[in-house]
């Protein structure tokens, strides 16, 4: 897994979210459904932080991070 470095810029609840978003993707590729279901497991408000994240990105620079592109 790698990480950009700009990640670790964010606030931690995002650093958070970033990381558990890549070790989900170790059990499930992609972003359907199922994913979803066991990211809310590790991180029950993922989504609230993914438009966080989201747009933080829209306003920043972080460069390719895992979670913004199809990591
Ligand atoms: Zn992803």
Redesign the pocket.
């Given at each position: 897994m790698a990480l950009h470095w700009a990640v670790f810029q964010l606030p931690a609840h995002l650093v958070d979210y970033v990381i558990a978003?890549?070790l989900?993707?170790i059990k499930i590729a992609?972003?359907g459904p199922d994913?979803w279901t066991l990211l809310r497991r590790a991180i029950p408000d993922c989504e609230a932080r993914k438009e966080e994240l989201d747009d933080l990105g829209r306003r920043l620079w972080l460069g390719q991070t895992?979670?913004a592109?199809?990591?």
């Open positions: 978003h890549e989900a993707h992609g972003h994913y895992a979670a592109g199809d990591g």
